[in-house]
């Protein structure tokens, strides 16, 4: 942040420190967590993805402005307050994807996420019970005159007053292990995308010149083909989707929305010559079969790809062929 700000925002951090690891116990145990068994056991079991640790969660006020992003938040907090912090970021630009959590309780990028779009004041933050739900609101409280939209209108008024822009509340990116704060494990996303050669596989046909010699040669392709995979080629595999999709949830059911999103990247590449065969990778159970099609991974996609459409059109032409 470039200038003083004489403006707050608080950052409430879910915060997870890992337990060390034990060494595994010589003898006993549970036949059930053996290697090998349906119930646990393998290295991507969600046993072994259980969070241990400490968990606890940590606020912070700190000078900042509405056109700030959350990022610029965090390295202040950094530099400036805790050096133990952990959070992952690498462009600062919504290019690489590395910076994914759960804003609000919404999977987004740090980087992309201003201080202006998604503080709120205290008093207009949904309520939770003794139990931690949530609960919706009924028609009346929605009209104008509510108590919710006087209570935020006080809210508001109140911040203005303190120069307090809100309360943002993070934690790690939902449906992957924490690995410390605000940093998730997306190894299994990322084995589930390898899993589907995501890569050209062309004929590999090489021209000759009349001479005999390698052409040097491209893959011609016109814009119409290149429209057909353009904008999936664009994912950079942040997690964002498989976050919000309640089906992903760890990977072990669904092969999640961002696999999908690589291996229809390739099928509808007219260069790629494994078409039928990616689509027979993803006709499991575990593939097409487990989108629900509930379409929560479209709504916050940071390259605008309409993730549940993507996901129908692949559907479809996986039954078709
Ligand atoms: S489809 Fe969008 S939200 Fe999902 S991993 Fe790719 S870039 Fe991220
Ligand atoms: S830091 Fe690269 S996308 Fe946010």
């Known amino acids: 942040m470039a200038e003083a700000s ?3 925002v608080t950052l409430q951090v879910h915060r997870f420190t890992p337990r ?10 549970s036949p059930f967590a053996k290697k090998g068994s349906p119930f646990g056991g393998g290295s991507d079991s969600a046993a072994r993805r259980r969070p241990r640790g400490k968990q606890w969660v940590q606020e912070y006020t700190i000078p900042a402005r509405p056109s700030d992003t959350v990022l610029d938040c965090l390295l202040t907090i950094k530099r ?22 759960a804003i609000n309780g919404t999977p987004t990028l740090l980087c992309t996420a201003t201080i202006r779009d998604w503080a709120k004041q205290p008093g207009a933050m949904p ?21 919710e939209n006087v209570a935020n209108a006080a809210a508001d008024q109140n911040s203005a007053a303190n120069g307090s822009l809100g309360v943002i509340e993070l934690a790690s990116l939902p449906g992957f292990p924490p690995q410390r704060d ?27 010149t009349a001479e005999g010699k390698v052409d040097v040669f491209e893959y011609l392709q016109n814009p119409e083909q290149l429209a057909k995979y353009e904008l999936l080629s664009n994912c950079i595999a942040c997690g964002v989707c498989e976050g919000a999709c309640p089906v992903y949830a760890g990977g072990d059911a669904f092969i999640g929305p961002a696999a999908l999103i690589w291996a229809s990247r390739f099928v509808n590449d007219s260069r790629d010559t494994k078409a039928m065969e990616r689509m027979d990778a993803i006709d499991t159970a575990d593939g097409v079969a487990a989108c629900q099609s509930v379409r929560a991974c479209s709504r916050h996609c940071p390259r605008g790809i309409d993730v549940g459409e993507e996901m129908w059109q692949i559907v479809a032409k996986v039954r078709e062929r």
């Not at 949530?134 to 108590?147: C, F, I, L, M, V």
């Not at 494990?185 to 090489?206: C, E, S």
């Open 20 to 29: 060390p690891e034990r060494a595994e116990r010589a003898r006993g145990g």
């Open 127 to 147: 309520e939770v019970d003794d139990e931690g739900f949530r609960h919706t609101g009924t028609e009346a409280e929605e009209s104008d005159d509510s108590a």
């Open 6 to 8: 004489n403006t707050t």
């Open 182 to 208: 605000l940093i998730a494990d997306i190894d299994p996303m990322l084995n589930q995308i390898r899993k589907l050669t995501p890569y050209l596989q062309a004929d590999g046909v090489l021209a000759t």
């Open 80 to 101: 400036t307050v805790d050096p133990t912090l952990a959070f992952r970021y690498s462009c600062g630009h919504g290019m690489c994807g590395s910076d994914a959590v």
